[in-house]
């Protein structure tokens, strides 16, 4: 099993900046695609950001530009930097990633951190 523990969340102001983390642990054989999902209020969940375990990265048009999304392999981390949020930012953000566990693959969650941009 393995499990994946996020960090960082928040409360800011528009235009300011929050940096996820997300950690995971466990029966660790390999890892994929890490990434973050969020959910706005009232929303369905929606994919941010994507990257692959080569460093290839993905994400959401309306994020561009603004967040960065990273990872540390050999500490099976990934990152969201969040530059110049707006309010249509705020949602429960949710760390996502593709593992090998016990010769079985498939995806893990976080328990999800709460973004809350006011304006």
């Known amino acids: 099993q393995v499990q994946l523990v996020e960090s960082g969340g928040g409360l800011v102001q528009a235009g300011g900046s929050l940096r996820l983390s997300c950690a995971a642990s466990?029966?660790?054989?390999?890892?994929?695609?890490m990434g973050w999902y969020r959910q706005p209020p009232g929303k369905q969940r929606e994919l941010v950001a994507v990257i692959t375990s080569g460093g290839s990265t993905n994400y959401l048009d309306s994020v561009k530009g603004r967040f960065t999304i990273s990872r540390d392999n050999a500490k099976n981390t990934v990152y969201l930097q969040m530059n110049s949020l707006k309010p249509e930012d705020t949602a429960v953000y949710y760390c996502?990633?593709?593992?090998?566990?016990?010769?079985?693959?498939?995806?893990?969650w976080g328990q999800g951190t709460q973004v809350t941009v006011s304006s």
């Open positions: 996502y990633g593709n593992f090998v566990s016990d010769f079985v693959r498939r995806d893990y």
């Open positions: 466990g029966s660790i054989r390999s890892s994929n695609a």
